[in-house]
């Protein structure tokens, strides 16, 4: 007698497959771009909201602008020069514009951890208490993030600082006469380049330093 599949065990095998298609698809269809530019912009807001709480200003320190919050973009040894970030107020050693360990903020998600990936002097890349997601390259394919526009200066500017107010300002703040005028004036622009060299924009708005997310236009954008 010839063997053969039941009605139920046929019900069975379509039930596990669709069961193994649900956790399957989201994987094909996701959006690194997408996933890393909407977790940068939630640490944009996050350095900002600890700018405003942690207000630095001293009229009894001379230095006390040098002190002030800030997202900074780099690679380094450390995480074999991955595309990665830190955020960090720039309080020790002069503002040397290198994040200490005991200068790194904690990850609001979870404050074991530090919001660092790795960085050389700081937290080692394979410390528990490093928060791997900032790791841009190993979490999205996120290959470089460049700042320009708004957030450009001399060179090949690497993180955005935020005063008491909240407001965005270039590169970090280290002259008492220029301070004031670091301050972003129009739209900075955050780039993000993907593997596969697609891109993606976030924007920071002058004085609000509201961020937010803007797909390219076309694909000669992302040139």
């Not at 407001?167 to 972003?184: A, F, G, M, W």
Request: charged content about 25%.
């Amino acid at each position: 007698m010839k063997k053969a599949f039941t009605l139920i065990e046929i019900i069975i095998v379509l039930v596990i497959v669709g069961i193994m298609a649900s956790f399957t698809i989201p994987k094909l269809n996701r959006n690194d771009l997408r996933l890393a530019a909407d977790q940068i912009v939630s640490h944009i807001r996050y350095t900002q909201h600890l700018a405003i709480i942690d207000d630095k200003f001293d009229t009894k320190d001379t230095n006390w602008y040098k002190g002030r919050w800030q997202i900074f973009f780099t690679k380094t040894i450390e995480t074999k020069n991955k595309q990665t970030y830190n955020i960090f107020n720039d309080i020790i050693g002069d503002s040397a514009g290198f994040p200490n360990k005991t200068e790194l903020a904690k990850n609001p998600l979870n404050p074991s951890k530090y919001m660092s990936s790795g960085y050389s002097g700081a937290i080692d890349s394979n410390s528990p208490e490093a928060s791997k997601e900032l790791n841009l390259e190993d979490t999205y394919n996120i290959i470089n993030v460049k700042l320009q526009d708004g957030c450009s200066k001399q060179g090949s500017p690497t993180r955005i600082t935020f005063d008491e107010l909240g407001r965005p300002y270039k590169e970090n703040v280290t002259s008492n006469t220029r301070h004031s005028q670091d301050l972003i004036t129009k739209i900075c622009t955050i780039k993000l380049t993907h593997t596969n060299n697609d891109c993606i924009f976030i924007k920071v708005t002058p004085i609000t330093g509201f961020a937010y997310v803007e797909q390219p236009a076309k694909k000669a954008d992302c040139k």
